[in-house]
């Protein structure tokens, strides 16, 4: 069994992970924290909230933070996940779940000390709640059992960038926070655009779901018509991306993707702001910043198939 606090940004492919994650059997969710991204906080928090009520899940949903850490602005592009985050369903007015008083970052660490080495984050947003914590508890990283994040890209089956020709989103939205994430001494694993570009839910396999999953499956074939059109629009996909979802798969079934270790940076100015770079462990070279960093995990390609049979089975 895997303790799991969930940080996430819902977001279509945030709600099909957590729908995911509650139809694992090794999954003990311990704490939804909400994050900003693919919409303002207020929205990720009451999408979660409603994901709460919808589907009946025990654990608490907490408010995480509504920007970037260096305190700017945050952008936001309604055209992805609507301007609800929820693919523009309609949602109903009253929510009766209500989130736990502490912002975010102050659960995760309070969680994580509870119960010191045995806590996975799983980070599916920007990752500013984990730099907060980091940042106010800067001894409790050590005391994760491991990190597992969606984010980034390496350029493996040719994957680099999704905002930009350079950066992936949830990296791009606070490049500061993930290279304090990446700095930090905990084993983390990083699940980018690499292996989730290449994890697409077709059309098909989405209507079998609305088919034959019940209410789960009803709505994620709801949620996911806006994001699919999106996406069918701007490059001829059909279907989705499972990028989060991916991510929450690979907690319990981890050999459905290839990997690859060596430290992870940022690249915080210029064009290519936002890119993430690993130097593989096989290799000694760069100095300049590198040292010090631990080694981390990156998914370098996937069994995409196996992993939409696993996905369908657990849903
Ligand atoms: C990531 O960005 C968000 O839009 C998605 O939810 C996913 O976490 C993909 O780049
Ligand atoms: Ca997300």
New binding site residues.
């Given amino acids: 069994t895997r303790h799991v606090i969930f940080d996430t ?1 819902p ?1 279509v ?2 709600a099909t992970a957590l729908l995911f994650l509650l139809a694992d059997p090794q999954i003990d969710l311990l704490g939804v924290t909400s994050v900003w ?2 919409a303002h906080i207020e929205t990720t928090t009451r999408n979660a909230l409603f994901l709460k009520d919808r589907f009946g899940f025990a654990a608490p949903v907490t408010q995480g933070a509504a920007g970037p850490i260096t305190g700017a602005e945050p952008e936001i592009d309604p055209s ?2 609507g301007g609800n985050g929820l693919g523009d369903i309609e949602l109903p007015g009253g929510i009766a779940a209500r989130p736990d008083p502490r912002p975010a970052h102050r659960f995760i660490i309070d969680t994580v000390r509870a119960r010191p080495g045995e806590v996975t984050i799983l980070a ?2 920007p990752l500013t709640n984990l730099a907060l914590a980091l940042r106010e508890d800067p001894d409790f990283a050590p005391l994760v059992k491991d990190v597992v994040i ?1 984010g980034g890209a390496f350029g493996f089956n040719g994957h680099l960038g ?1 905002v930009t020709p350079a950066a ?3 990296i791009w939205n606070d490049p500061e926070a993930a290279d304090a994430v990446f700095a930090a001494d905990w084993p983390l694993v990083a699940i980018g ?1 690499d292996a989730t570009m290449e994890t697409i839910m077709p059309t098909r396999y989405l209507a079998d779901l609305r088919d034959e999953a019940g209410a789960i499956g009803e709505f994620v074939w709801d949620i996911t018509r806006a994001y699919a059109g999106f996406y069918h629009k701007v490059m001829g996909v059909d279907g989705i991306f499972a ?2 979802s991916l991510a929450a798969a690979y907690l319990t079934a981890p050999e459905l993707v290839s990997t690859r270790s060596g430290a992870i940076r940022v690249v915080l100015e210029g064009f290519a702001r936002g890119q993430t770079i690993q130097r593989p462990d096989s290799r000694s070279f760069g100095t300049d910043g590198w040292e010090g960093r631990r080694s981390h995990t990156i998914a370098t390609d996937v069994d995409a198939e196996a992993f939409l049979e696993f996905y369908r089975q657990r849903m």
Avoid: R, S, T, Y
């Fill in positions: 940004d977001g492919d945030d991204g693919n992805i996940h599916v947003g969606m999704n992936e989103a949830n655009l990028h989060d």
